[in-house]
């Protein structure tokens, strides 16, 4: 089920106040990220831990080998753009599209290797008065994407389970 908010599709994963079960076969995973401690390793490591799975640390790449004997989540990269929506009469910017994109390859031992990608969108008014609340502003929004980015990642990986 895909609900519309303002300007963007939200993924929604709770009906009536019942959230849709998806069964996790996934105990542990090893990731590996081009940024081990940026914003958003640590979303999707906080998703996992929420959702009980054991993250296995792998701090020389050596378990992101299609040879590993556990499922890997190698993050390949994530980029985030601006676009403008509408202007003000002075023709300054004022309204925002924020666009988070990542990529990632999920290994499953003796499988195969999985593309993910994840595109989440967000919109924003940039008010011209009050610069340390759109910078606030922002920052919220940004985190509130890196959740939502997480929790569709991990959304993703227990579909791709569900199978095996």
Known sequence: MIIVESCSYRLCTDIGGKKLEIINNI??????????FGPITRAIMTEMHINQIDVVDDLNNNLCAREAQIPCLHIIGASEKYVTTFVFQNGKEAGYQLILHIQTNLFIPNKNCYPINIRVYRSFIR????????????????????????????HQLLLRFEDF
């Not at 105990?27 to 081990?36: A, M, N, Q, T, V």
């Not at 008010?127 to 980015?149: S, V």
Request: charged share 25%.
């Open 27 to 36: 105990s542990s995973i090893s990731l590996c990220s081009y940024d081990p």
């Open 127 to 154: 008010n011209p008065g009050r610069t340390l609340f759109n910078d606030t502003q922002e920052n919220d929004i940004r985190k509130d994407m890196y959740r939502d980015a997480a929790q569709q990642l991990i």
